[in-house]
């Protein structure tokens, strides 16, 4: 029976591990981005000194590793095939086998949710772990003074029962699944060991029969509540953060996107070879706003917009566009993807020491260090940075004279990019399709003749 019931776990465990690794792996890529996990002392005392920052702490670490998606599937799968074991180990199950997973398959539910943080199931795992510790010791006075002792210590490690701020991205928001989660784990193996004397019977073909109609049940709803079309916004996002141009390009022939952060990726992966123009109406658009939409006050639509900036040259507009992003998100953390930018930005407008500041604090990361590092040797050396094939080009592409920007994409804006320098050919790109799109046939016909008279 014991192997069976692992067997089951590993079964369990694969599933888990399949879904995010195939069917959501751009929802673990969110998560990276928006967090910062540094190898400071500072850093974790800040964390841990609060209520329920142990586990807060150990989502966060384990979250970094969700750059690569198919660790941190493995780390989920893990996580949930523990629980469910924690919750095994606290009654004996018999004909009610199957509802051992059920705390595991709510987390599940709930690490749906693109703002469900892995803090909280790292809360459940220790309550249980901690809960299952006390029962190994013998009934009298010392399992009660453990007893006793264990709630302040778990309230420092998991924090409080009904809130925490390392459950969910929004602070104020009470997510119910969660907390639906964290009940079952304790209250069901309660209910199970009331009812021992009837539910005894341990037969394999129970067991199965068991996991197998809780394993239907739950999956479907895990199948039915998944964000498939968030997933698929977040791909192209995590595309153009990685300036993945071709697979923008394979995908966006395959199933054209339908959606404003799809077509802004879309645009600028035509642009960045070259085929913006001669190809614009072969695509989903969404008038101008398909090129550069109006920056939204949130952590997450303006992250292409601001990728679209960044290659065309508008060096200050992107960094105040990533770093506004920054600053939105919702439980306050700092992000590695917009450091890295903020980074980038500085070195180009020649601001080393704010370049330096991102950097020093990139360098403690696990991910991002060796980047850093090479980057730190860019900082006041002209002539590396004039050489390098990024850098360089942006620099020279950038803005001569200073401007007021507006949220709303003007044509005066990539005009005064493009006539500027006329090298820069995704300005070009970008300048033809916004006539294009507006119907403006004198400019284009302007832009057109005055190309023809450079070449």
Not at 32 to 47: A, G, H, K, P
Not at 75 to 104: E, K
Not at 143 to 162: D, E, F, K, N, T
Request: charged content about 15%.
């Amino acid at each position: 029976m014991k192997h069976l019931h692992l067997l089951y776990t590993f079964f369990f465990g694969v599933a888990v591990l399949l879904f995010f690794g195939l069917a959501y792996p751009h929802h673990l890529h969110y998560q990276e981005q928006y967090q910062l996990f540094l190898f400071d002392s500072t850093y974790v005392w800040e964390i841990v000194r609060q209520p329920g920052g142990v586990a807060d702490l150990l989502g966060r670490f384990c979250t970094q590793f969700f750059l690569f998606a198919w660790v941190g599937a493995l780390i989920i799968g893990i996580l949930l095939s523990v629980v469910q074991l924690l919750t095994l180990r606290l009654a004996n199950w018999g004909w009610f086998y199957g509802l051992s997973f059920v705390p595991s398959f709510l987390l599940w539910l709930f690490l749906l949710d693109e703002n469900a943080l892995l803090g909280s199931v790292w809360a459940v795992l220790l309550t249980l772990l901690a809960v299952w510790g006390v029962t190994l010791l013998p009934k009298g006075w010392i399992r009660h003074i453990v007893m006793v002792v264990a709630i302040p210590v778990l309230y420092w490690v998991v924090g409080p029962s009904w809130s925490g701020s390392h459950y969910y991205r929004y602070p104020t928001v009470f997510p119910a699944l969660f907390y639906a989660a964290w009940l079952s784990a304790v209250v069901l193996p309660l209910i199970i060991r009331g009812c021992h004397k009837w539910v005894t019977l341990r037969r394999p073909l129970v067991s199965l029969c068991s996991f197998v109609l809780v394993f239907i049940v739950m999956g479907m709803f895990v199948w039915k509540n998944s964000n498939f079309k968030a997933e698929k916004v977040m791909r192209y996002d995590f595309m153009a953060c990685h300036q993945q141009w071709n697979r923008i390009l394979a995908t966006v022939n395959t199933e054209k996107p339908n959606n404003q952060i799809g077509v802004t990726v879309q645009n600028l992966a035509l642009a960045m070879h070259g085929q913006l123009a001669d190809h614009l109406f072969e695509y989903n658009q969404n008038g101008i706003l398909g090129l550069l939409p109006d920056v939204k006050s949130d952590a997450t639509s303006p992250m292409p917009t601001a990728e679209a900036f960044y290659q065309l040259g508008m060096i200050n507009v992107a960094q105040r566009t990533v770093f506004e992003a920054q600053e939105a998100i919702l439980d306050f953390q700092k992000s590695g993807r917009c450091y890295k930018r903020l980074a980038q930005t500085n070195l180009i407008n020649g601001s080393y020491e704010v370049a330096r500041k991102y950097l020093m604090a990139l360098q403690k990361t696990l991910f991002y260090r060796e980047w850093a590092n090479e980057t730190l040797s860019l900082l006041g050396n002209e002539q590396a940075i004039a050489k390098h094939p990024e850098y360089g080009r942006l620099r020279q592409f950038n803005y001569d004279e200073d401007f007021y920007f507006s949220d709303h994409t003007t044509p005066e804006m990539l005009e005064s990019l493009y006539f500027s320098n006329t090298d820069n050919r995704l300005a070009y790109e970008y300048l033809k399709a916004y006539y294009m799109l507006t119907g403006d046939r004198d400019s284009y016909t302007k832009l057109l003749l005055h190309t023809s008279t450079k070449q």
